[in-house]
């Protein structure tokens, strides 16, 4: 899990995020060592965000629907896929023209969540020497 807009808030986490999220996507999908395969999910939206344990053990995490909605579309999204949020989608919109939108009913939730399936960036063919 990676969050974004914590500590230090910037307009850009929704981009920030999705940049990271299909370098992550590229990187472990055309990973010639491995056969590990990978899907991401992004929301955007408020949370609690800081530090979570007692006197011995602490952890610096985010907690709250927008993390719960971000974990579900991971866990929906295929191999090499990326699935957004409705409010993710809204701010990044005019840099997926083609993305595909789809209704989930995810755990936790009583309503479909609208979700945007959105291209990794194309992944270059690696050569190999015979």
């Known amino acids: 899990?990676?969050?974004f807009g914590a500590p230090?808030?910037?307009e850009d986490h929704p981009q920030r995020a999705l940049a990271t999220a299909r370098e992550i996507v590229r990187e472990v999908m055309t990973g010639a060592e491995t056969s590990l395969r990978?899907?991401?999910g992004i929301s955007t939206g408020e949370a609690f965000v800081g530090?979570?344990?007692g006197t011995d053990v602490t952890d610096y995490t985010v907690l709250g629907d927008t993390v719960n909605?971000?974990?579900r579309l991971q866990g929906e999204a295929a191999a090499?896929?990326?699935l957004i949020s409705q409010e993710t989608y809204s701010q990044?919109?005019?840099e997926f023209p083609s993305a595909t939108r789809r209704e989930l009913l995810l755990k936790g939730k009583s309503e479909p969540v609208v979700a945007w399936q959105v291209e990794a960036k194309p992944?270059?063919?690696r050569r190999t020497s015979d």
């Open 1 to 3: 899990m990676a969050f």
């Open 8 to 10: 230090v808030q910037r």
């Open 38 to 40: 990978v899907g991401a």
């Open 51 to 53: 530090n979570v344990g």
């Open 69 to 71: 909605v971000a974990a």
């Open 80 to 82: 090499g896929e990326i």
């Open 92 to 94: 990044v919109a005019s």
């Open 123 to 125: 992944v270059p063919t």
